[in-house]
């Protein structure tokens, strides 16, 4: 008899050997003559030589389909165990000629997350070459989701440690504690867009682990103040809420190894004065910078209902009407 033991690295245990570790039982059932025992982050295997390699390659495979995709079903299992992975129908379907440079990243289920309109395409492109990116458009245009997708991509990818998202709470001075509950009660509501990305994209009991381990960590942005963000992709969301000196703050804590996303509406400005969002002078002064970059979201980017690009077309008619009528008068 022959034992082997398979160490599981950049994957939770849990997730290779399936909840109660169901995972294992089914391989278990396809290799009868194995001894198999799951012992902390190691599969501990004792049998036959050709049976522990043919357990080695097709645990393999599912391990690879986890990292991928970002979790596997039963019967995924069992298509990579028959060795009828390919006809397996919850598989991902195959891609059409040019979409492979569109995917961001698949998330639960299979889920492809890709770039879906042109500006969306560029801010990929951009932050490939760039540390900062400031992604402007209104609403519907997927700038918070795609900064959160680039975002996931590099964790996985193990290109930094963490993922940092903030965004001004309530107002621009943070005004919390007027609102009941402990902080993450008071703040959840307004970091609600950023766990609706998440949860596309990391399976739930893996994105709940991320976050009490803050290797995601989600704040108002005053919380940053006095430190450094390194090995860390940072997205500060609706900016244009942040004034000029918070702004400052919030970019000034960009560590060595470290890249930002910023994202904002120009036309949903909720602070007193218009001219008090730091977003508006960023545009302004920090165009043509080395490493920060620009891309602009239009309404032609909306991915939302067909109707949301009517609804911005209309309401950006009307505020250059009221523009044009208050310069006559």
Same mark, same amino acid.
């Given at each position: 008899m022959n034992t082997?033991?398979? $160490?599981?690295?950049?994957?939770?245990?849990?997730?290779?050997?399936g909840v109660h570790n169901q995972n294992l039982k089914t391989f278990q059932i396809h290799f009868p003559k194995l001894k198999i025992v799951a012992r902390g982050n190691q599969v501990l295997l004792e049998g036959k030589n050709s049976d522990i390699e043919l357990f080695e390659d097709k645990f393999d495979q599912m391990i690879q389909h986890i990292q991928q995709y970002g979790g596997i079903s039963s019967l995924q299992i069992e298509g990579i165990l028959s060795g009828a992975m390919s006809k397996e129908p919850n598989s991902p379907k195959p891609l059409e *000629?040019?979409?492979?440079?569109?995917?961001? $990243?698949?998330? *639960?289920?299979?889920?492809?997350? @890709?770039?879906?309109?042109p500006n969306q395409r560029k801010m990929v492109q951009l932050m490939h070459s760039n540390d900062i990116l400031f992604a402007i458009g209104p609403a519907g245009t997927g700038k918070t989701y795609t900064a959160v997708a680039l975002a996931v991509k590099a964790l996985k990818n193990k290109e930094i440690k963490r993922i940092i998202l903030a965004r001004p709470a309530v107002e621009a001075g943070e005004n919390l504690g007027f609102l009941p509950g402990d902080l993450k009660e008071k703040i959840d509501p307004y970091l609600r867009p950023l766990y609706d990305a998440l949860d596309d994209m990391i399976p739930t009991d893996k994105l709940k682990s991320y976050i009490e381990t803050r290797v995601i960590e989600i704040a108002p942005m005053a919380f940053m103040r006095g430190r450094t963000l390194d090995n860390a992709y940072v997205i500060?969301?609706?900016a244009q809420n942040a004034t000029d000196l918070q702004l400052k703050m919030f970019?000034? @804590?960009?560590?060595? *190894?470290?890249?930002?996303?910023?994202?904002g509406d120009l036309t949903q400005i909720d602070l007193? @004065?218009?001219?008090?969002?730091?977003?508006?002078?960023?545009?302004?002064? $920090?165009?043509?910078?080395?490493?920060?970059?620009?891309?602009?979201?239009?309404?032609?980017?909306?991915? @939302?209902?067909? $109707?949301?690009?009517n609804i911005i077309k209309a309401y950006d008619k009307s505020v250059e009407s009221l523009i044009d009528r208050s310069e006559k008068q």
């Amino acid at each position: 008899m022959n034992t082997k033991e398979i $160490l599981i690295e950049h994957l939770h245990p849990a997730e290779a050997f399936g909840v109660h570790n169901q995972n294992l039982k089914t391989f278990q059932i396809h290799f009868p003559k194995l001894k198999i025992v799951a012992r902390g982050n190691q599969v501990l295997l004792e049998g036959k030589n050709s049976d522990i390699e043919l357990f080695e390659d097709k645990f393999d495979q599912m391990i690879q389909h986890i990292q991928q995709y970002g979790g596997i079903s039963s019967l995924q299992i069992e298509g990579i165990l028959s060795g009828a992975m390919s006809k397996e129908p919850n598989s991902p379907k195959p891609l059409e *000629n040019g979409d492979q440079g569109d995917i961001i $990243l698949y998330g *639960n289920h299979a889920k492809v997350i @890709r770039a879906k309109t042109p500006n969306q395409r560029k801010m990929v492109q951009l932050m490939h070459s760039n540390d900062i990116l400031f992604a402007i458009g209104p609403a519907g245009t997927g700038k918070t989701y795609t900064a959160v997708a680039l975002a996931v991509k590099a964790l996985k990818n193990k290109e930094i440690k963490r993922i940092i998202l903030a965004r001004p709470a309530v107002e621009a001075g943070e005004n919390l504690g007027f609102l009941p509950g402990d902080l993450k009660e008071k703040i959840d509501p307004y970091l609600r867009p950023l766990y609706d990305a998440l949860d596309d994209m990391i399976p739930t009991d893996k994105l709940k682990s991320y976050i009490e381990t803050r290797v995601i960590e989600i704040a108002p942005m005053a919380f940053m103040r006095g430190r450094t963000l390194d090995n860390a992709y940072v997205i500060l969301d609706e900016a244009q809420n942040a004034t000029d000196l918070q702004l400052k703050m919030f970019l000034t @804590r960009m560590g060595p *190894n470290a890249k930002f996303i910023i994202t904002g509406d120009l036309t949903q400005i909720d602070l007193p @004065r218009k001219g008090m969002s730091g977003l508006v002078k960023a545009v302004k002064i $920090l165009e043509g910078i080395e490493g920060i970059e620009f891309a602009y979201l239009t309404f032609e980017d909306v991915v @939302r209902h067909k $109707l949301v690009k009517n609804i911005i077309k209309a309401y950006d008619k009307s505020v250059e009407s009221l523009i044009d009528r208050s310069e006559k008068q």
